[in-house]
């Protein structure tokens, strides 16, 4: 029995060149996959922390719900959640439909490298 395509999207940290060339690849008709890029890893920790990453947890493959079931889920104080689900939404991470919001995927894929502190330079 064949199993279910799971739809997975890649986190990770990535220049401007890198998602201009996979862009490009793109259309010339190479599958990317999904992904959402941040430029250094610090971008990616400040928008995607602790708290935020339970939520998206709490929310991967659940389908849309009410901010309200979302804090419930993470057992956290709707006001606080309210305000991380603005965050999200503001950094295309989560979407928001009717009332609703929604992280679209059901797999989270974290990738990326760091190097020597001279290369942050860079």
Request: proline letters at 3%; glycine letters at 8%; aromatic letters at 6%.
């Amino acid at each position: 029995m064949a199993q279910a395509t799971q739809r997975v999207v890649t986190i990770g940290v990535a220049s401007m060149e890198e998602v201009q060339d996979r862009l490009a690849a793109a259309f010339d008709g190479k599958a990317q996959g999904s992904r959402i890029s941040f430029r250094t890893p610090q971008l990616l920790w400040n928008i995607l922390n602790e708290k935020r990453w339970d939520i998206v947890r709490a929310m991967a493959g659940q389908g849309p719900m009410a901010i309200r079931e979302v804090a419930r889920r993470v057992g956290r104080d709707v006001k606080a959640v309210h305000a991380d689900i603005h965050a999200l939404i503001n950094a295309g991470i989560i979407d928001r439909t009717d009332g609703r919001v929604e992280f679209p995927y059901e797999r989270i894929r974290v990738d990326f490298e760091i190097g020597p502190a001279s290369d942050a330079a860079a």
